[in-house]
Nanobody
């Protein structure tokens, strides 16, 4: 099973940017579809973005579309989430996840490996 470690979270003002990284070990990340999810206090975990094994296809939640970009660098076993134009409502713990599914899913239950999460806080 792949192990995932997120980094890059922090405190940023509204309108600012952050780039989250997800480093994989134990298995090659190119074996997996990769996704980013987030969970705000008192709310359920929600889908943010997903990327295919090759990186050729990407999918976003409505709230992330146009502001966030998911990418992957398989040679470095790393997945990224570039977040621009951040809003206070983006404040959450962001999780990286890996799925063996062959097609797009956007569903947390289809992702079998998860990182520990990284906190993103956007101040107004």
């Amino acid at each position: 099973q792949v192990q995932l470690v997120e980094s890059g979270g922090g405190l940023v003002q509204a309108g600012g940017s952050l780039r989250l990284s997800c480093a994989a070990s134990g298995r090659t990340v190119s074996d997996y579809r990769m996704g980013w999810f987030r969970q705000a206090p008192g709310k359920e975990r929600e889908f943010v973005a997903e990327i295919s094994r090759s990186g050729g296809s990407t999918y976003y939640s409505d709230s992330a579309k146009g502001r966030f970009t998911i990418s992957r660098y398989n040679a470095k076993n790393t997945v990224y989430l570039q977040m621009n134009s951040l809003k206070p409502e983006d404040t959450a713990v962001y999780y990286c996840a890996a799925s063996y599914k062959l097609v797009v899913t956007m569903t947390s239950s289809d992702f079998g490996s998860w990182g520990q999460g990284t906190q993103v806080t956007v101040s107004s």
